[in-house]
């Protein structure tokens, strides 16, 4: 320690319960946190990409502020277009595509407000579960740890003090 002082080494049961607690709050950010993209002015367009399954699906919610023309186009990791759609919203309307991957690989995405403006939300949802491994891990860590605690001795820490 800076000070010069000593500090006791850390449990290994506190160490499996911490790392346990970390990865549960990591996986609930990982799902929970999804937020809409507002497209209007000077980006009216979104393009990202996703590694998929067979069976996986891409879900787009859109939501027009103004009317809008809408367009989605899919392409897979060859260069191949896969889908290509577009759409008229009327203002304050919303929208969901789903698109269901027939074949593995890497998928690119394009949402375009063509004209109008509004906000695109996209979800990946994947057949296997995998996104959900770190769930059992966590609780498993956790228990361990709580029976750690169980089984260790608590050790006492005696002073003396003299004048």
Do not use: C
């Amino acid at each position: 320690m800076a000070g010069g002082g000593t500090a006791p080494s850390m449990k290994m049961s506190d160490v499996f319960l911490l790392v346990g607690m970390s990865i549960l709050v990591g996986g609930l950010i990982m799902h929970a946190w999804v937020s809409p993209a507002s497209l209007d002015g000077d980006s009216q367009s979104r393009e990202s990409g996703a590694s998929m399954l067979k069976g996986d699906t891409l879900t787009f919610e859109l939501t027009a502020d103004t009317p809008s023309s809408v367009s989605i186009v899919i392409g897979h990791e060859g260069g191949e277009e896969v889908i290509d759609e577009s759409w008229t919203l009327a203002s304050g309307e919303e929208m969901e595509f789903v698109y269901e991957a027939t074949e593995g690989g890497f998928y690119v995405y394009n949402v375009t407000f063509e004209s109008g403006d509004g906000e695109v939300l996209v979800d990946v949802d994947r057949k296997t579960g995998l996104d959900f491994v770190a769930y059992p891990i966590g609780v498993a860590m956790i228990g361990f740890g709580l029976y750690k605690r169980s089984i260790e001795e608590e050790d006492v820490i005696d002073a003396e003090l003299e004048d």
